[in-house]
């Protein structure tokens, strides 16, 4: 939940910064978030979603220009907001494969996915549950989780 706040919060600033770009420059959006460094913000905000340091996406696009976030899958789709493997219903924009901010007065579109008859039981928990940046290969062959730590009763 933290990460997610943090990007709503990193997109918005980023929403506001290129809407007083635009304000300035007659209607024009800027090519590139670079263009908004240093003057309306003091560097291009990192993606918090993303695995390394990468920057929040940016599509420029004539008619609906959008900025982005990895969102939880953590690969950049290109601004995609197809459904996430494994959701179900009306999907928010967390359920999506990207995480989209329009700076356009475009709806975002309604994303209703049935489910499917043989899933089984509704998991309580996604099986992707971690965030990009805490999957992670094991070190070694014999590595699991907990090895490092001390597992004797005290």
Known sequence: MHFRILTDRRL???ALAIRLFVIDHIGAFPRSL???VPSYLPAVPMDPMAVGNRPIGYLPRAEHPVIYSVGFNGADDGASEAALRGEFGELC????????FYLSQRPRAFLYVPRPEDTGPIPCWPVDALAPWERHLPLTSDWYPGKDQDLTPR
Do not use: M
Not at 94 to 99: G, K, L, S, T
């Open 34 to 36: 670079n263009e908004l």
């Open 12 to 14: 918005a600033a980023t």
């Open 93 to 100: 924009e967390w359920q999506r494969f990207d995480r989209v």
